[in-house]
């Protein structure tokens, strides 16, 4: 395991009219045992990020380098990585032991195949894929191939893992369950893993860092709980949160007392309390009710503006209810998007 | 919807069109079969029962044409023939009755060893330089790849015999006239634009995917293509086998002109059998039906290959 250091790096795609920035000047380092969750919309350069770092592309300026060494210009086989697919990409001509086998048997490895038993043996059962060892790589469903796929990655113990949505296509009970596994194995081994997600439970529970990228710009990197709560922009204010932070024109807050030059106010869904009139920043309608069982999602319509609140479980509110609206630790945007400090 | 009804392509088809279609498949192949059979039964005819008319289906069988494709024969009066020790062999036997004598073995079978070594061969380095091309133009940004590519499909524009008279030249300069090399040399540039093309558009289809996680794996380029792309393209390299075999076996026109002695192979060799005392269809079937069988065994060989079909579904697209 060991630290890897992005410098600087660029890459383009493409030529004159077409030419596609895909990542720009990023800068990043993932420390040594730790495990970084890249978050960003589709097409934000993700996925050439962790190629950048495998090797499978070469950047257009800056530096890569892994556990200190320069490998900007090292082959992949020799960078010490283990890459898990987004396409799950197993060799469709190999059983799934000899998939999970195969990066064990490569040239440069050579390891004595009583010891591949053991570790494939060892995976396998991790990945609950035991029974399937003898199958053709093709004839799995999508789960068990990325399970596959992830096994693949986990039979050696590379400089870093790294992971573009490896648990995508795994029904929810499978993902916590691999979730909490992969986050065990990276303590036990302080694997060093770069781990890409849409999925906003696997960026805020396994990652010691978010970095958000945004078409192929490093926007925030920070801990989960910094980019919830300190979001740099508009973009990184999206990303998280589940419903989605709610956003509301200043002009619609005259009772707000935002800074000067705040353009949109936005508040987190437990931010938005439902307030005794008196006290509160506005009078909404309540709308639409969602009971999950634990929470209630409050729908309520805010001089012509949505927004979602929580509610407790247990309370009498009912649709077409009049309610005074409260905004607690709200944060303020300009008109460009960026954040811009309370009560400056 | 009108859109969603794409059911009829998964469900079975009826017992009856089944019926239908095997009946016209067979139909099809007895027919295409009818020559081939002709052939392989007039191999075992006697020479008189092979022009008689109307044809003979029934016939004792012989082996007059298999024995005078094998030998070479001279014809004795029956005073000097009755004076011989007796006959060794059914083949002397057979001579014998028809007032001949077994001088030799023919060129048959070192007509038949040319063939053999100059198709596979030539089909070995065409498919052998075509699989490494083609994984060049499919992987690597070839500077005027696309030019380079119709150039090589061009090659194939005009009937290669065009060229006759200026190869015809050239390996008489070069000495390759009636030799196994240049044969070899001639198909194999023949077959190799064939076979780039067909290979690329195989080679195409398997994702960048599995190389670059074999690169990652720790393997070379060299070795991931050995360990992956080979393995997922055998299809295509098996298809592309037998088309390089069937032209490089069956090629006539350049075996014509530019072999004779040495280096010829089976197809001009075939008519000679003919000249060679009277019209003899008996061996110049039993040529043809032993022609035939390498051809047959390597197309049954690999056809496991063939129909194994291409493998989708690992890389989710
Ligand atoms: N080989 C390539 N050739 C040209 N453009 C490319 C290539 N690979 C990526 N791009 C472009 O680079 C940008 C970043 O792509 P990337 O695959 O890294 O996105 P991503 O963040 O992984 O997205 P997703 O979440 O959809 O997987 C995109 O605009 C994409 O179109
Ligand atoms: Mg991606």
Redesign the interface.
Same mark, same amino acid.
């Given at each position: 395991m060991a630290e890897v250091r992005l410098d600087a790096v660029s890459k383009h795609f493409g030529t004159g009219e077409a030419a596609v920035t895909a990542i720009a000047e990023m800068s990043l380092t993932i420390g040594d045992g730790e495990l970084v969750i890249l978050l960003g919309p589709t097409g934000a350069g993700k996925t050439t990020t962790l190629r950048l770092i495998a090797g499978l592309e070469k950047p257009d300026a800056g530096r890569v380098s892994i556990g200190g060494r320069d490998v900007t210009g090292v082959n992949p086989a020799e960078r010490d990585v283990a890459f898990v697919f987004q396409q799950y990409s197993l060799y469709p001509h190999l059983s799934v032991y000899d998939n999970l086998a195969f990066p064990l048997r490569s040239p440069a490895r050579r390891v004595p195949e009583a010891e591949i038993r053991r570790k494939v043996g060892e995976v396998a059962r991790l990945l609950r894929i035991e029974d399937k060892l003898n199958n053709r790589a093709t004839h799995l469903s999508g789960g068990q191939m990325q399970r596959v796929a992830i096994g693949r990655a986990l039979v050696r113990r590379p400089a870093i893992y790294l992971m573009d949505e490896p648990l995508s296509s795994l029904d929810a009970k499978l993902r916590s369950d691999l979730r909490l596994e992969l986050k065990r194995i990276q303590q036990e081994l302080g694997a060093t893993i770069l781990y890409v997600t849409h999925d906003q439970i696997e960026a805020m529970t396994m990652g010691s860092r978010i970095g958000v990228i945004d078409r192929g710009r490093l926007v925030q990197v920070g801990t989960p709980r910094e980019i919830y709560e300190n979001p740099v922009d508009l973009h990184v204010a999206q990303r998280l949160g589940q419903p989605g932070i709610n956003l509301v024109p200043r002009a619609l807050l005259p009772e707000v007392p935002a800074p000067p030059g705040a353009h949109t106010i936005g508040a987190r869904t437990e931010h938005v309390r439902i307030a005794r009139a008196g006290h509160a920043d506005g009078v909404g309608l309540v709308r639409w009710i969602e009971r999950l069982g634990d929470q209630n999602h409050l729908h309520v319509t805010l001089r012509g503006q949505d927004l979602v609140t929580l509610g407790e479980p247990d309370s009498d509110l009912s649709v077409g209810d009049r309610v005074g609206v409260e905004f607690l630790r709200p944060l303020y945007f300009d008109a460009a998007g960026r954040r811009i400090a309370a009560g400056a | 919807m009108p859109g969603l009804s794409t059911a009829h392509s998964v469900v079975e088809p009826s017992a009856l069109s089944k019926r239908i279609a095997q009946g016209i498949v067979i139909l099809y192949a007895l027919l295409t079969m009818i020559p081939l059979a002709w052939i392989l039964l007039t191999g075992f005819k006697t020479p008189p029962d092979s022009i008689s008319y109307p044809p003979k289906l029934v016939f004792q069988p012989s082996l007059e044409g298999y024995c005078n494709l094998f030998t070479t024969r001279s014809r004795q009066t029956p005073e000097y023939i009755a004076g011989l020790p007796p006959a060794e062999g059914m083949c002397d036997e057979i001579a014998r009755s028809r007032n001949m004598v077994v001088a030799g073995p023919s060129k048959f079978v070192p007509r038949f060893v040319n063939s053999l070594v100059i198709a596979f061969t030539s089909t070995l380095l065409a498919v052998g330089l075509g699989t490494l091309a083609a994984y060049g133009f499919s992987r690597f940004r070839v500077p005027l790849a696309d030019d380079l590519l119709f150039f090589i499909l061009s090659t194939r524009m005009m009937p290669p015999i065009a060229v006759a008279i200026p190869i015809y030249l050239m390996y008489r300069e070069l000495g390759l006239s009636d030799t196994k090399l240049g044969m070899i040399l001639l198909y194999t540039a023949v077959n190799v634009s064939l076979a780039v093309w067909l290979l690329k558009g195989f080679i195409d289809e398997i994702?960048r995917?599995?190389e670059?996680?074999?690169?990652?794996?720790?393997? !070379?380029r060299l070795?991931a293509f050995r360990?992956?792309v080979l393995?997922?393209a055998a299809t295509g390299i098996a298809a592309t086998a037998i088309f390089c075999l069937i032209f490089a076996w069956n090629e006539y026109a350049f075996a014509v002109l530019l072999t004779s002695g040495e280096a010829q192979t089976t197809p001009p060799f075939i008519p000679f059998i003919i000249g060679e005392g009277g019209q003899d269809w008996p061996a110049v079937a039993a040529a043809t039906t032993l022609f035939v069988i390498p051809i047959f065994v390597f197309t049954i060989l690999l056809r496991k290959h063939l129909l194994r079909g291409i !493998?989708?579904?690992?890389?989710?697209?």
């Open positions: - | 994702p995917e599995y670059e996680a074999a690169m990652i794996d720790g393997y !070379t070795q360990k992956v393995p997922q !493998t989708f579904g690992a890389v989710r697209k």
